[in-house]
C-alpha cells in the first residue's frame, strides 16, 4: 500500500525532480549506503544522513524530508521530517532540524530517523532519500505525518521533490 502512495506521489508533483536538486557529502547516488546510515539493530550508527538541496519552486512554504524503501514488503517508511522552513537549504549529519519543524513517525514507530535494515539474505534495497517542496507550512491532515499516510499527504500538497536513492543489503 505504502508504495503505491509513493507512485501516485511522484506521479502528480508537477515538474518532479526536473526543478530541484539533492545531494548529500554522506550518500552517493546509487552507491551503497554507508554503515553509519544503517540501524543500529543492524551493526549500524544510524546517523542521518547530511543533506542539501536547491531549486525550491516559487510558493514552497515548507520541506518534508522522507527515507522511503519500496523494497521492503509493502514498503517501509525510515524517516520523516516536515515543517521544515521555506527557507532552509539543507540538514547536517545527524539529521539536527531547525527551529519548528518536527519528526513524524515512521514505520519502526519512532519519530526520529531510523536507517537500513532490511532482513538477512533479502537481497539489496533500495533507500529514496526525498526532499519534497510543499505549499503547506505544516502538515494539515491529522495522521499524515505518520508513514501510512505521508505518501497521500504529499500527493496532495507536494510541489516538486528530488531523490537520491543508495542501496543497502545483508
Request: charged content about 15%; aromatic content about 10%; glycine content about 12%.
Amino acid at each position: 500500500m505504502n508504495v503505491k502512495w509513493l507512485a501516485a506521489a511522484a506521479a502528480l508533483v508537477p515538474g518532479g525532480a526536473v526543478s530541484m536538486d539533492l545531494s548529500s557529502p554522506d550518500v552517493a547516488p546509487g552507491a551503497t549506503l554507508p554503515i553509519a546510515q544503517v540501524y543500529s539493530r543492524c551493526g549500524g550508527r544510524n546517523v542521518a544522513p547530511a543533506l542539501k538541496w536547491s531549486g525550491a519552486p516559487a510558493g514552497t512554504k515548507s520541506f518534508v524530508i522522507t527515507m522511503y524503501d519500496p523494497d521492503a514488503h509493502g514498503g517501509w517508511w525510515h524517516w520523516i521530517a516536515y515543517a521544515i522552513p521555506p527557507n532552509t537549504t539543507g540538514l547536517p549529519s545527524g539529521g539536527a532540524l531547525p527551529p519548528g519543524a518536527r519528526t513524524g513517525t515512521n514505520d519502526f514507530g519512532a519519530r526520529e530517523y531510523d536507517g537500513a535494515c532490511p532482513p538477512d539474505g533479502s537481497g539489496p534495497h533500495h533507500y529514496q532519500i526525498t526532499v519534497w517542496a510543499v505549499k503547506e507550512s505544516t502538515v494539515p491532515v491529522e495522521g499524515a505525518d505518520e508513514g501510512r499516510m505521508i505518501g497521500a499527504y504529499l500527493s496532495h500538497y507536494a510541489l516538486a521533490h528530488a531523490t537520491l536513492t543508495a542501496i543497502y543489503e545483508r
